[in-house]
Structure formats: structure tokens, C-alpha cells
């Protein structure tokens, strides 16, 4: 479980919340109109159906930042989709759950590229 | 802030957590020798030394999961290290902490290759 979430509060200082027990499903999206606001509302619509899914524990769904540009930055891409959960066969739920299936079949026209990191600590 | 953690507490149930008012920081670390174990263990003390940095509010540390083989996944990085922070202007201080200049100085000989990916919601 994400043991390092359990003793949050709202005292909780910096640096003090290590994810322990988790895994990280971080996708990354390319749409293939980034600049399409039609279906980037859309998308964002569906990220956050997608997010309902019950056994996501935690999530953070994003656009590139403008951090300093850098050789090793990656920062093409349109949309960051991170989601935490307790086990691999929780992320085995995720991944055959409708709502999911459903997001790939409605979505899955808008996008022509997608990486995904999944990993343990 | 991050302020989807402020309600955290121990029962915080499923779904709930959606992170806002983050800038986070995932970094992929590809070691040059990945099944060296003095390298590993090195680098694993250096990530944890790394978390000290004061403007960090939450991490998660990790390696591949042994989730399903698929064509979107990218599995052959070494290290995941994943950090958020409040603002870009958080994000900044850490780039230049000494602690943070230490870990380059003392390890950039251990990879080949490290890919950046920051994104805020």
C-alpha cells in the first residue's frame, strides 16, 4: 500500500513524503493537434473520467512545464497522465477496467504517440 | 501548493488523492554498467541523500515494474526518480542546491543517459 501517504497531515513538512509501496504508472501523450481546442477538452474530460478508476490512489495529470531548457529535458509532449497504485494487480485492474477500455476507444484517434514508465519502488 | 495532500489523512479512500498545484520533476536514469552492484548501491544512497533537498514535498523512487510487455512501454531505464514541488520557482532551487550539484559531481559517471520530463497541472 502507499505507506507514505498514511501519516499525512495537514502538518505534513517538506520532505517528508516518500512513496513507499506503490506503483507508478507515469503516461505521456502526444496529440496529434496539440493545438486543437476541441480536442484537448475533450482529452482533459476523459483524463478525468479515466481518473475515477478505483484503484488509483493517487494522481497528477499535466502539461510540459516551463522549466529550463535543457538537452535532457523531454517537454514535446502534450499531456503527462501519472496515477499511483498499492499493487501490479491493481494496475492489472486499471488496465482491463471498461472506463480504461473506454478512454482508448473514444480518445485513442487524438493521439499518434504514447510512452509509458511503469515502476516500482 | 500542493494542495490535493492537505485533506490526507488515514482515511483518505481510493480515487481521492488528485494531486493540484504541483510541478513535477520525473527523471529516468539509464546506468552505464546497470547490473553492477556497487554502482547501484552508490546511486541508490545518492537518489535517497537527494531527497534532502528542502523544496522537495513529495517522492517516489523506483525501478521497472514487471508490468505487461507492450510496444508503449519503455522498461530499459535503470532508475525512476520522481519529485514534486510547489512552483517552478521551488523546481529552481533544487536544480542549484549544493546537495543536488553533489549528486552530479559525484555520479554523472554512472549513467549514459537520462531523460527529464516536468509537468504541472
Known sequence: MLAGLSPLTKNTTAGEVSI????MHHV???LKEPEN???RKQFEKAMND???VETI???HVGIPAATE???VVENSYTYSFMVMFDSLGDQ???QKHPIHLKFIEDNSDLWNKVVVYDSVD
Not at 513507499?20 to 506503483?23: F, I, Q, S, V
Open 92 to 94: 492489472n485492474v486499471y
Open 69 to 71: 531548457e535543457r538537452g
Open 50 to 52: 479515466l481518473l475515477k
Open 57 to 59: 490512489k493517487l494522481s
Open 20 to 23: 513507499n509501496g506503490a506503483l
Open 37 to 39: 481546442k476541441v480536442h
Open 28 to 30: 505521456f501523450f502526444w
